[in-house]
Structure formats: structure tokens, C-alpha cells
């Protein structure tokens, strides 16, 4: 099979010259997107429907759990709490203003999908990426304070719009006759919310402590580290998921309790990511672009193209700009902040799996407005990234001199 040595190859030389392309505007999810889409035609004919489904909704499932976990571990209280304020006023404030005011617009422009689809829309388009965001996490140029906040909104804020994901789609599957209580869902939600969190915090706690305790009698090798880590990540949503709890919040809020509870270097996770975990993020966008983009582009119209746009820009921007008034942060800050909110594997999964479990009208064309703000996200935000990311570290630096 010839496209599986050109996917090969493709991963060796990104791996070859990765330091040289960090250095460029050719980030990981445009180059494995587009491969994906080049090679689209001949990998549909190669697997079966069914398992092409499968295959793209686990693979999203596990890099979307891992890459949450690893981000979150770097999440540190004390560093946290100095700078509270802004991912908790983007998460609070920020974010439901962007769910009522994306509803508004994807009402506005397809007023016939009715009021339910519309929520359904923008609660799946509203969670930003950790993976797509990493390049502005990680970059030195970009201020602590501003990298924390986008790591941790883009961490928690999955969990916290799965009840208005859900909301929306019983609203809309009652719409279209399916006898389904929404309230009772939404409420179902809450608890995902809460018993994910709780199964979180005792993995994240668990796993931190019993490799403490066996690095302290010299048990353990450096490299297992890497296992246990993989392993604490995938019991946390396991757990979360067999009491009822959200297995991707159970997921950030392990990494988080275990990367603030470990009290060892956590070298291993960030060596494991660049290693293996990078491997998955290259599959999950190859599969994006293979499999996903070109449903999307198909169903794509001049409403789905505009909605896609706004979403990324005026919905999100100006709701997050307003939450941070009163917080002395000024305006450049405000819009960085704003803008780096990268969509990408939640928003695609909470879709796929809206779709899996609900029956309701239009779905063809809400995955192909998702599939598409996701690769206009990818192809924006990859290209402004680093060149963004460099001026407001030059633009803080300079504040600070002429202080």
C-alpha cells in the first residue's frame, strides 16, 4: 500500500526537522491536515465505513485525553493562584457569552434549523484545543501568565460546555420528535461534570503519590515514568466514565493533581509527548484531513463558511475581551487572548459523538461547519502563532524596560 509508506515518510521527516519547521509557520496539524486531504481519495477506498468511524472517533478520544492530562500537569496553584482572575473571568464570563452569542448567529443565518440546533452549533464550536494551542503554551517569547491562561481555559473549558453540548442536542432530537427529556440530560451533565472532577482528583492523586513513594526507595526507573503517566491518564477517564463522571475533565484535573502533587521532576511527560504522544497528534489530523474535511467541504455553503469565520473571530473574541475588563490587562493582551482559541479535536469529537447517540435534523451540515472552523483554525491560528506570539513578548518585554 503506497499511501501507508508516503504516511510513513511523512512522520520521519517531520520528526527529521521538527526544530527547523517550530521555527516556521508550517506547525504539525496544517502539514498532517493537508496530507490527510492529498491522500483522502485513495485512503477511503482502503477501509471499511464502519471502521474508518470507529477508528477516527477512539483516535480523537485518546489523543484529546492525553494531550489534556500532559497540559494540565505544568498547571501549577501557587503560580496559578497569583494570576487567577483571567482563566477564571474567560471561563465564567467568557465562555457563556460565546455560547449566547454564537447561538444567536448561527440562528441568525439558518433561522430554519430552529433555536436548539443553533446552541447545539455553537457549544460544540465554543471549547478550545490544548493540542492546537500548545504552540503559544510552550513558546518562550509568550508571558507565563498569558500561556497559563490560555492552558487552562482551554483545559477545563471541554467539560464545562459538555452540558450545554448536551442540552442543545436533546433540545434539537426533541425537535425532531424523539421522545427525550431534556432537562434530565441536562442534569445528567452536571453530574458528568462533578463525578469526572472528583475521579480525577483521586487518579491524579493516587498515581502522584505511589511514584513518590517508590522513588524514594529507589524502586522505580526513570523511564517507567513515561508508562505510569500513560497509564495515570487513561484510569482517570476510565474511572470517571464507569461512575457516570466526564472522562475528559477526569482527565485534565488528574494531570493537574498529579503535576502539583508529584514531587519529583516531571520531565517524562513533556519527553513522552514530544515522543510517542506527538505521533498520535499527527494521526488524529491526518485523519482529520482524510476523513473529515472532505464531508465538510462538501456540505459547505456560503452560510457555513461565514459562520465558521465569525466563530473564530467576533463570537470569540469580543466575549472573552469583555469578561477581562477590570483586570488592568491591557487591550493587546485582551485580543491575544482572544484570539488564541484555537478549535480542534473536542469540538470534532463532541460532534461525532452528539451524532452517534442523537437523532437530530441537519447533521450532515453541523459536521461540515465544525469540520471546517476547525480547519480554518488550524491554517489561522498555525500561521499567526508564532509571528503573534513574538510580538507580544517583544511588546511586554518593552513595558517592562521602560518601567
Not at 483571567?86 to 449566547?100: C, E, Y
Not at 460546555?161 to 433540545?171: E, I, R, T, W
Not at 425532531?176 to 482528583?201: N, T, Y
Request: proline share 4%; glycine share 10%; with cysteine.
Amino acid at each position: 500500500m503506497p499511501e501507508a509508506l508516503i504516511i510513513l515518510s511523512a512522520f520521519a521527516a517531520y520528526s527529521l526537522f521538527s526544530k527547523a519547521l517550530a521555527r516556521t509557520v508550517l506547525t504539525l496539524p496544517i502539514l498532517f491536515t493537508g496530507l490527510g486531504l492529498a491522500l483522502s481519495g485513495s485512503l477511503h477506498g482502503a477501509f471499511p465505513a464502519e471502521l474508518i468511524h470507529s477508528g477516527k472517533v477512539l483516535l480523537a478520544e485518546a489523543t484529546l485525553i492525553l494531550v489534556l492530562f500532559a497540559d494540565a500537569s505544568h498547571v501549577r496553584f501557587r503560580r496559578l493562584a497569583m494570576n487567577w482572575a483571567p482563566p477564571a473571568r474567560m471561563l465564567t464570563i467568557g465562555m457563556p457569552l460565546t455560547i449566547v452569542l454564537g447561538m444567536l448567529v448561527a440562528y441568525w443565518l439558518d433561522s430554519g434549523s430552529g433555536l436548539a440546533m443553533a446552541l447545539l452549533t455553537a457549544a460544540v464550536l465554543t471549547p478550545t484545543d490544548a493540542a492546537l494551542g500548545q504552540a503559544v503554551v510552550v513558546n518562550p517569547a509568550v508571558p507565563e501568565r498569558l500561556g497559563q491562561s490560555i492552558n487552562v481555559e482551554s483545559g477545563l473549558n471541554d467539560g464545562l460546555a459538555l452540558p450545554f453540548v448536551l442540552l442543545g442536542a436533546s433540545l434539537a432530537s426533541m425537535a425532531s420528535g424523539q421522545d427525550i427529556s431534556g432537562a434530565h440530560l441536562a442534569l445528567e451533565a452536571v453530574r458528568e461534570v462533578i463525578f469526572g472532577a472528583l475521579a480525577g482528583s483521586a487518579v491524579g492523586w493516587g498515581a502522584a503519590r505511589a511514584m513518590d513513594w517508590a522513588q524514594r526507595r529507589d524502586l522505580m526507573q526513570v523511564p517507567a515514568g513515561a508508562v505510569l503517566f500513560l497509564l495515570a491518564a487513561f484510569a482517570a477517564y476510565l474511572v470517571a466514565t464507569q461512575i457516570g463522571g466526564n472522562g475528559f475533565i477526569a482527565a485534565f484535573v488528574a494531570g493537574m493533581t498529579f503535576g502539583n502533587t508529584y514531587r519529583h521532576d516531571i520531565h517524562f511527560i513533556g519527553e513522552f509527548m514530544e515522543g510517542a504522544g506527538q505521533l498520535l497528534t499527527m494521526a488524529a489530523f491526518l485523519v482529520f484531513g482524510a476523513f473529515l474535511l472532505p464531508d465538510g467541504l462538501a456540505h459547505a455553503g456560503v452560510a457555513t463558511v461565514l459562520l465558521s469565520i465569525l466563530f473564530l473571530t467576533i463570537v470569540r473574541m469580543l466575549p472573552i475581551f469583555l469578561s477581562l475588563t477590570g483586570t488592568g490587562m491591557p487591550a493587546r493582551e485582551k485580543l491575544f487572548l482572544g484570539w488564541f482559541g484555537p478549535r480542534g479535536l473536542a469540538s470534532i469529537l463532541f460532534t461525532l459523538l452528539m451524532m452517534d447517540e442523537f437523532d437530530f435534523p441537519n447533521e450532515a451540515e453541523l459536521l461540515a461547519c465544525v469540520s471546517l472552523t476547525v480547519a480554518l483554525s488550524i491554517l489561522l491560528h498555525g500561521v499567526t502563532a508564532n509571528p503573534l506570539a513574538r510580538r507580544i513578548g517583544q511588546q511586554v518585554n518593552h513595558k517592562r524596560k521602560g518601567q
